[in-house]
């Protein structure tokens, strides 16, 4: 492979002042879209030796022809163009969002000169005030019907209003008190229009205001002994209170703000909006973001952060799990497409009730995520395209219809342990998962070989029926078993028939362990390879360069479940193991150290003696006080 690409420009070329670039292919298609505070430094980072990118990145600069730029004046500039070109070109190594083109907005189309209220998806409507998204289009619309008792307004399509209007007939909801009927004269259209304005008014956070002038209406008329209209007010302060109790009051009412969570990891990433006005939630949002490069929170934030607001104008306040670098030209952007008064200010809730709801939101993002993740691996045409693409990306002669993965755990070299996990069909089998115990072990290859060795030792011993169904019943892996009404010892059948594929936890140095395990096995007719974490590269033995399988493909989803499945296994039992050393249980102690912990081992000269110590006695060691030795004492004698 050659250092860089042919065509990189010179470096005395690219100015190294603030600019968005644009890598294009041989066809002229926009690839990638960035900014940058200088463009010769970010640019510099793409025309590094081709083995040192990231594996992503270094895929984009390989499918990319020729790479141009655009300076601007300041980083705020840059901003505003990269958000424009992402939305024209849509490159394809851009983050690409699944966004909510089908959420309901509740729209008051205050531009006309009759205003009306309606449900939409559409957020063109020429002088409309959007609320929302929701989620349920009957939520919404149960929201109006309840605001139409309060703010009687139009509602009606446009040929229902004409209709009204040509034959002097109100329609039933004229009738019944939700319209204040316009279109017969019963109201002006100044009137109207009034009420309109307060029905948005409230829906953007005065809820108080109203419900208190309503209150005060009712008791006035109620004094003058006007019962009708003390009636009236009665009706519509209960419609008011009925729609309030629909939003969560999780602020005060001066509060407007939109609160984001996002949970990600290396192939996807989940985002939540909670949209908050006048202290309520009036609103949740969703979506998946696929992660084509590999992007840090900070920057998912940012490309985040200027997709949401596209199509809606951002509140006074954002309240993100991280603030990006370019957080003070990402507030004068949004500030800029903000239509009221008033600056947007991009925080990271710290304490408080505002804390509480940004954990709130991004407890929402991970189950989004996982639950994202689950119904992709648990689609039967998902799981067979994986398993078919796998195949192929492996160069199978035979599907992977039973796939065992390895991974080690360890605590600084101690407690080390590892997990065997089986995916039968693409679905794990829990029933045939396997932990092993590593007694030494110099690193993680040794402990990949001596497990392998261990496993591959009973490759053959496929059971019968008979014995199958006999070994299903022990309850550890070197059980004995009593047959029938005879003390027959039967040694359980530790594991089910071969795999086709073996994935170990790791790269390249994982890999070569698990083929010498194989050779010295002597076993063949067995795939082997492993993935790499941190850019979720499939190795295979032998090889210097990875397969690399799409970011967005069922294969390599599969393979990601699978190896998170057993990370998970193996961190599982090796906390079970910890919870009985007590060296690790030390450990936890909060100010205690490796050097005190192995001066107690030292002073007291045995475990059994450390455990039987008083706090007095243990106090008698350098660097411990009083305090420490009770929380030594109460760790050590607790369960």
Known sequence: ????????????????????????????????????????????????PLRSLHERTRRMVLSAASVEWTVVGSEFEALQLEYTWIKEFDPPFNVKFRDDKSYPYLAITLGETVPRVLVTRNKNLKGARYFGP???????????????????????????????????????????????????????????????????????GNDTRYTAEVSKKMMAASQEMDYESAARYRDQLSALENALSKSSVVLNDEVDADIFGIAHDELAAAVQQFIVRGGRIRGVRGWVVDKELDLELPELVDTVLQNAYGDQEPPREILVPALPEDAAELELFLTDLRQAPGKVALRVAQRGDKAALALTVSTNARNALMLYKTRRSGDFVARSQALADIQEALGMSDAPLRMECYDVSHLSGT?????????????????????????????????????????????????????????AIALSTDATLVVGGDDVAVERKRFAYRPNLLIVDGGQPQVAAAQRALDDSGVTGIQLCGIAKRLEEIWLPDSDYPVILPRNSDALFLFQ?????????????????????ITSRLADIPGLGAKRVADLLTHFGSITRLRAASVEQITEVKGIGAALAQQIVEGLRNP
């Open 134 to 204: 929701y989620t349920k289009v009957w939520a919404i619309r149960e929201t109006v019907d309840l605001m139409l008792k309060a703010f009687p307004m139009r509602s009606c399509s446009d040929a229902t209003y004409k209709r009204a209007e040509q034959t002097g007939r109100p329609c039933l909801l004229g009738d019944i008190g939700k319209c204040a009927a316009p279109c017969v004269g019963r109201v002006s259209k100044e009137q109207h229009k009034s009420i309109a304005l307060d029905f948005a008014s409230f829906m953007g």
């Open 415 to 471: 407690n080390i342990v590892a997990s065997m996990v089986v995916f039968e069909d693409g679905l794990p089998r829990k029933d045939q998962y396997r932990r092993f115990s590593i007694a030494e072990s110099t690193d993680d290859t040794e402990s990949i070989y001596q497990t392998l060795m261990r496993r591959l030792a009973h490759l053959d011993d496929e059971p019968d029926a008979g014995e199958a169904a006999e070994a």
């Open 1 to 48: 492979m050659s250092d860089t690409v042919t065509w990189r420009p010179k470096a005395g070329e690219i100015p190294t002042a603030p600019g968005v670039y644009r890598f294009r292919d041989a066809g002229g298609r926009v690839l990638y879209v960035g900014k940058a505070n200088s463009l010769r430094a970010r640019l510099a980072n793409y025309f590094q």
């Open 561 to 581: 479940r699978i190896r998170d499945e057993a990370h998970r296994f193996a961190i599982t039992y090796q906390r079970q193991r910890r919870k009985s050393d």
